[in-house]
């Protein structure tokens, strides 16, 4: 039996991934290491909990007494767990050093001692490049990471390659651009229009809305991160993009649009600091590796929205009753309001 280890398989990618990994790959056994932060939940493993190649295991990836033995264990890591949020990153970064770059560098420590290791898998992002005014990035572009949060990511991406290149860790660094789908929380764009919408909230969006993000579906990451499980080369680095880049105007209209809401529940609000205006991926390296995205772009945000709007279930408790929801509300659009 293959074992993978997944950290961070309680958030958004992670959980997804841990269903993908699951139903693709029925010899493998997967253990899931996630702290259950704010963003990390139960809920979004709600049936593959009981599925005897599932090991779910309540820890912090900064604790190497914990990680360590989990490391030492696998074949496969693909290391996701991260405080993620670049809004939260503006108000207080600790954590966010912390965990991205403290806590892969105790899985890295980790990995130099794993036996049976072929594959580490090192959760990088687009936002490492920082704002990029024209063309796309490719892997070889410098990083200028603009905020706390790409920052920790780059700094945590360089690391995990240094272990490659100084202790031969088999690592792969792969950048994703902006990734939509179910169980997504509901304080990042996607989640928190289509809800607020559903209950007639005005939808806050940042400047002039003239932003250009990538959307990438989690499915479609979920394969590419499988692809080079298998056939990448360790030491390398691998963009991930879905090549639907969308201002955020634009993306809202869709969601008004798929929701039947009036523009009159645009709300413009003041601009995120520092924010980076374009993200662009070239993923040419990825798709002469065979990997293309499958989910078109309108269906997987028609199929987006309407997963939100019949499950209640899992966004209405966070909204409405976790206390550390709505402090970051507050704190985050209470000013801006
Ligand atoms: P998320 O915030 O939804 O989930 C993060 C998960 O990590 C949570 O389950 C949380 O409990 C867990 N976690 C946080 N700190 C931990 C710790 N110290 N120990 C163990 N677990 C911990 O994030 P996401 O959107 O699913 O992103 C996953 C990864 O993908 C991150 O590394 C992120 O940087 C990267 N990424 C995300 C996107 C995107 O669009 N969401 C795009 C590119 C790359
Ligand atoms: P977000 O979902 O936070 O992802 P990221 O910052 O990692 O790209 O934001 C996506 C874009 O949407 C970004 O340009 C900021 C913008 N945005 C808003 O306009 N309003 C919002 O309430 C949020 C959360 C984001």
């Known amino acids: 039996m293959i074992k993978l280890l997944v950290t961070g398989g309680a ?46 295991v ?15 264990a696998a074949h496969y890591v693909v290391h996701f767990a991260a405080e993620t949020h670049v809004d939260r990153s503006i108000m207080a970064a600790g954590d966010f050093i912390k965990t991205d770059v403290e806590g892969s ?92 919408l559903m209950d007639n909230i005005p939808v806050p ?45 634009d993306l809202t209209h869709r969601v008004l649009k798929l929701s039947n809401k009036g523009t009159e529940l645009i709300k413009p609000v003041q601009d995120r600091k520092g924010h980076d205006r374009r993200y662009s991926l070239s993923s040419a390296k990825l798709k002469a590796m065979g990997w293309a995205p499958q989910v078109p772009f309108e269906q997987g945000l028609a199929e987006t929205v309407a997963w939100y709007q019949q499950n209640e279930w899992w966004w209405r408790p966070i909204k409405e009753r976790d206390p550390n929801y709505r402090a970051y509300m507050d704190a985050q659009y209470g000013k801006r309001g």
């Not at 704010?38 to 599925?51: C, F």
């Not at 309540?58 to 030492?72: K, N, R, S, T, Y």
Request: aromatic residues 10%.
């Open 58 to 72: 309540h820890g912090d990836i900064c604790d190497a007494a914990v990680a360590g033995p989990l490391v030492e």
């Open 105 to 196: 560098f105790v899985l890295l420590e980790a990995a130099r001692r794993s036996p049976n290791l072929k594959r580490f898998v090192q959760i990088s992002t687009d936002e490492v490049y920082g704002s990029v005014p024209e063309g796309s990035s490719v892997e070889t572009d410098e990083l200028k990471p603009r905020n706390p949060y790409a920052a920790s990511k780059a700094g945590a991406d360089r690391l995990a390659y240094s272990y490659w290149a100084t202790h031969d860790v088999p690592v792969i660094v792969t950048r994703a651009s902006n990734n939509y789908g179910p169980y997504q929380f509901p304080e990042k764009i996607l989640p928190l229009f289509v809800t607020n």
């Open 11 to 56: 958030g958004f990618i992670g959980s997804n991934f841990v269903r993908y990994a699951l139903h693709a790959h029925p010899d493998w056994h997967v253990t899931n290491l996630d702290k259950l932060t704010y963003a990390g939940r139960r809920e979004n493993l709600h049936d593959v909990m009981d599925n005897p190649r599932h090991t779910f």
């Open 205 to 249: 969006l940042y400047g002039d809305g003239g932003n250009i993000r990538d959307w990438l579906h989690v499915l479609d990451h979920c394969r590419g991160i499988d692809l080079l499980l298998h056939s990448g080369v360790n030491g390398e680095v691998y963009n991930i993009g879905g090549g639907n880049e969308v201002k955020n105007i």
